[in-house]
């Protein structure tokens, strides 16, 4: 059984910083890719940013410049780091391993203030 578990959320000001943690479970971490996925009240579940087994890494347009993805696959661990949080990035952030399966963190909730 995978499992997922994210940490790091919390309240900051627009400007501040933030380091999302998602650890996982299981063998399979290291040939997987890690997605990180966020959605806001009212809002869609959105794609932020993605890094595969070989490390190819994409950002969503809205998080390009602002947001680092990397991962330790010794410790089964994928970071975010956001930078220059916006009022809009405020969303719970979700975690996924993998594709067909695909494994779901609880997501934490990020809320930035103006």
């Known amino acids: 059984q995978v499992q997922l578990e994210e940490s790091g959320g919390g309240l900051v000001q627009a400007g501040g910083s933030l380091r999302l943690s998602c650890a996982a479970s299981?063998?399979?971490?290291?040939?997987?890719?890690v997605h990180w996925y966020r959605q806001a009240p009212g809002k869609q579940r959105e794609l932020v940013t993605f890094?595969?087994?070989?490390?190819?890494?994409f950002y969503a347009d809205f998080v390009k410049g602002r947001f680092t993805i990397s991962r330790d696959n010794t410790k089964n661990t994928v970071y975010l780091q956001m930078n220059s949080l916006k009022p809009e990035d405020t969303a719970v952030y979700y975690c996924?391993?993998?594709?067909?399966?695909?494994?779901w963190g609880q997501g934490t909730q990020v809320t930035v203030s103006s």
């Open positions: 996924k391993l993998g594709i067909l399966p695909a494994y």
């Open positions: 299981g063998s399979i971490f290291g040939v997987n890719t």
């Open positions: 890094i595969s087994s070989s490390g190819t890494i």
